[in-house]
């Protein structure tokens, strides 16, 4: 029954969150520059005003706000989110066609990022623990202080100027080779050349922060009482290491997670411009060098979803690690 | 104080931040003196690597403008921007969370409510929309900027409220009489204030990085010459001249570092004995 109630509300909390964005939008796009139905008219390439006025009661935009607001929100619903004058397709369409590459990219950054930095975190924790290599818990350490300072897109650059330029291993641009038909594994293995460099560009600030919060968290589960008394009754450093430390505290890394994706969600926006990747970042960017505010907008509502689904996925994930939660959540 | 000074001297990364973060804030304030007239003038050849000729140590860049003069300028406008935003940020923040965390009910519902939705929803993108909404201009971007870092502070203010408002010497000031106004100012935010203080210097450097990252993206104030956008400008010479792009991300990096290691040093020097607890 707690579980259940903890489950509705979170989902409610959720949609409230998306409802939220909608609204906000809703305003944001009133306080766009340009009423829309002039840069409509101007689109069409006539500017009397009989005109705009009767594009003012073609889209209702002389009905009162909250009429507006009302009407707005049933167009969100049923999926019409606003057409694109200077891409002349529906905004929803151009989202859509460019979410996959996003989620591939994101995904792709998210895994290289925690893989790597709960790996070398727990390495850095251990060398402090054991009292063995310390210079290299020092070398982690100063590493991820800088790669925590470094501007993402710049890191980005660097890499294309390694990579790319200097060593030629490294395709810079795109998704795909340009001008060549691949199918099957000959395809895939293209894909994943052009992913390589972005993935590492975005996950390498994440991967900072996960190394830091991996190592502090464990440390302090080091300094407890459990884990003492385990040591003072014998049992090997490795094996505390394994079954009571590290059970412990990568539990605030799990809560970390969700914070992190929505972090993501905006250095996607970096690094596909960077990289040309044909994402919705990218396409967010070429909306801002255009000013196409409906465009700019439907991406956001986008990206929010997208982030409130996966703090909805991390919530799951940390009720499975740590069953303890369904105590606490449901009163 | 001395005390104060003292713990933080012992942090050895704090005090070599401190001399990085002062040498930025010098470059920013001489900058005017050293470079008189815009930094967006052309003052040279096109395109000049850097050392090859005295006078421009750096080198230009395509449109022949000195890019150590665009450095120090850049300096004050990542510092101004971040610092002002911070500000901003930590004023909403601390008056949000005082009010959550002091009067608690449906108010502090509400407020967390709201919170809540600014930290769920990505923070750059927001700040993206916002900033592209309202014209680029320095309003906009500190607008932007503060809207978007506010939530950290209002959480942890509300969370200190929420454990402050029960100790005694704060029982003692409501049984006296004093309105919560006062015990608001002279009560418990005084002992709030270096995890406030802590907080904001990491604020700062965030806030540096999300400024580059606007002006990278071309949303950056159009008269002022800025770090992210000397960067997003010389993208298209990544291959042609790629000293261009690499110095001013350099900038950024050492003082974000800078920051990042005083916010540390804050940290041991303000909350000692956290420093037992594990490490952070």
Request: charged fraction near 15%; proline fraction near 4%; hydrophobic fraction near 55%.
């Amino acid at each position: 029954m707690n579980i259940l109630f903890s489950a509705i509300s979170k989902l409610a909390k959720a949609l409230g969150v998306i409802f939220a964005v909608v609204v906000v939008n809703f305003f944001l796009i009133r306080l766009a520059p340009g009423d829309p139905a002039s840069i409509m008219a101007g689109e069409a390439g006539a500017s009397d005003p009989q005109y705009v006025a009767r594009l003012r009661e073609q889209f209702g935009l002389d009905q009162p706000l909250l009429v507006q607001l009302w009407s707005y929100i049933k167009g969100i619903l049923h999926f019409d989110w606003g057409f694109s004058y200077r891409m002349k397709l529906p905004v929803l369409d151009l989202i859509l066609d460019r979410l996959p590459a996003t989620l591939l990219l994101m995904g792709a950054a998210f895994v290289f990022s925690i893989v790597l930095g709960i790996l070398l975190g727990v390495l850095s924790a251990k060398t402090r623990y054991t009292g063995q290599r310390r210079w290299l818990d020092s070398v982690i350490v100063s590493a991820a202080l800088v790669l925590y300072a470094t501007p993402l897109f710049w890191l980005s650059l660097l890499a294309i100027i390694l990579f790319s330029v200097v060593l030629g291993w490294l395709p810079a641009f795109g998704m795909q080779s340009v001008g060549v038909e691949l199918t099957g594994w000959a395809h895939i293995k293209d894909v994943a050349l052009h992913l390589i460099l972005p993935t590492v560009s975005l996950g390498t600030f994440y991967m900072a922060m996960y190394v830091r919060l991996t190592r502090a968290s464990l440390l302090e589960v080091m300094g407890m009482d459990f884990v003492k008394t385990a040591r003072a009754k014998g049992v090997s450093a490795s094996h505390v290491m394994r079954r009571h430390v590290l059970r412990n505290g990568l539990l605030p890394v799990v809560t970390f997670c969700g914070i992190q994706l929505g972090q993501m969600a905006g250095g996607a926006v970096l690094t596909e411009t960077v990289f040309g990747w044909p994402g919705i970042g990218r396409l967010m960017f070429d909306a801002l060098m255009q000013r196409d505010y409906q465009l700019l907008l439907g991406i956001f509502l986008v990206t929010s979803a997208m982030v409130v689904l996966f703090n909805l996925l991390t919530d799951l994930v940390y009720r499975l690690v740590d069953p303890r939660i369904e105590f606490e959540g449901g009163k | 104080m001395k005390d104060f000074l003292r713990r933080f001297m012992k942090n050895k990364g704090a005090v070599v931040g401190l001399a990085i973060f002062l040498l930025v804030v010098g470059v920013a304030i001489s900058a005017p003196f050293l470079y008189d007239g815009s930094p967006w003038m052309m003052v040279a050849d096109p395109l000049m690597t850097p050392f090859q000729d005295a006078q421009y140590p750096l080198g230009t860049d395509m449109l022949g403008r000195d890019i150590a003069a665009g450095m120090a300028y850049g300096a004050q406008v990542s510092l101004l921007i971040s610092l002002i935003s911070t500000a901003v940020a930590v004023i909403v923040g601390v008056a949000i969370g005082a009010i959550a965390g002091y009067n608690g009910g449906w108010l502090d519902d509400l407020l967390m409510r709201i919170t809540e939705f600014f930290q769920t929803i990505p923070q750059l993108a927001m700040a993206v929309v916002l900033v592209a909404i309202f014209t680029p201009s320095i309003y906009s971007i500190v607008g932007a900027i503060a809207l978007v870092s506010w939530p950290p502070v209002a959480r942890l203010v509300r969370s200190e409220f929420l454990s402050l408002r029960q100790r005694e010497f704060v029982q003692a000031a409501v049984v006296i009489g004093l309105r919560p106004g006062r015990i608001i100012f002279t009560q418990i935010l005084p002992n709030a204030m270096s995890s406030i203080i802590i907080t904001a210097s990491l604020m700062v450097a965030t806030a540096i990085l999300t400024e580059s990252a606007l002006s990278f993206l071309g949303l950056g104030d159009r008269n002022m010459m800025s770090w992210g956008f000397m960067i997003g400008a010389a993208r298209t010479m990544l291959r042609e001249a790629a000293w261009m792009s690499i110095l001013p991300g350099l900038a950024i990096l050492l003082t974000v570092l800078a920051i990042n290691l005083i916010g540390e040093g804050l940290s041991d020097a303000l909350n000692p004995q956290l420093r037992n607890r594990g490490e952070k």
